[in-house]
């Protein structure tokens, strides 16, 4: 049995872009989330304890969000992956970054997936 924990649209507002101007003004990116703890017990108790805080999982990627300007996305999507491995016990970790600054489209977005062996 796998459980997969879902966060989906996180608000959150980053430094982020290519030229220095785009940077320069903090811009709303959304983010995804998905993950699945490594350690799922048959019977949770219906304690908090014995899965994954979702609440401060968004705690946690708003202040990686939050710790400096990035050029690209994808820099964001990983160190945001990487900040969860590490501090929620994951077995994987995918991290979807959706950005609204390409004219005439909807957004641009990144996936990634870190393994718990990554």
Known sequence: MERIIAIRGLGVVA????????RAAPQRLLIDLRFASIDQ??????????????HAVSVRVAEVVGE??????????????????????????EVTVR?????NTEWVSVCVRHEASD
Do not use: C, M, N
């Open 15 to 22: 430094q982020v872009g290519v030229p220095d101007e785009e």
């Open 41 to 54: 017990p048959s019977e949770l108790g219906d304690e908090i304890g014995r899965t994954v805080d979702y």
């Open 68 to 93: 400096r300007p990035r050029r690209l996305i994808e820099t964001l999507a990983d160190e945001i992956a990487s900040a969860l491995q590490r501090g929620f016990s994951l077995r994987w970790t």
């Open 99 to 103: 950005k609204f600054i390409l004219p």
